[in-house]
């Protein structure tokens, strides 16, 4: 069984930063690619960031220079470093993995989620 935690949302003022976390655990052979997805209140959730395998990375053009997505492939971890944050950046933010499990199986994965506010 396999399972993407969460961590690092909360309350930060415009111009603030975050770094959030999702930690990917069980009976996992590999980690095809990373990704953080954000969905606001009344909007289609949306790719932020994702980092495949071999490192390359890929921004939403909001986002871009301002977001890193970085994984740690030995702890099985992807971070999101969130700098210049704006109200616009307000949203729940979910953690997907496509995993390949131990007993063969591929799947797409997500987290429960972490809510970011940024707000004065």
């Known amino acids: 069984q396999v399972q993407l935690v969460e961590s690092g949302g909360g309350l930060v003022q415009p111009g603030g930063s975050l770094r959030l976390s999702c930690a990917a655990s069980g009976s996992i052979f590999s980690i095809d690619s990373m990704g953080w997805y954000r969905q606001a209140p009344g909007k289609q959730r949306e790719l932020v960031a994702s980092i495949i395998s071999g490192g390359s990375t890929n921004y939403a053009d909001s986002v871009k220079g301002r977001f890193t997505i970085s994984r740690d492939n030995a702890e099985n971890t992807v971070y999101l470093q969130m700098i210049s944050l704006q109200p616009e950046d307000t949203a729940v933010y979910y953690c997907?993995?496509?995993?390949?499990?131990?007993?063969?199986?591929?799947?797409?994965?997500w987290g429960q989620g972490t809510q970011v506010t940024v707000s004065s």
């Open positions: 997907n993995a496509h995993i390949r499990r131990s007993d063969g199986a591929a799947l797409r994965y």
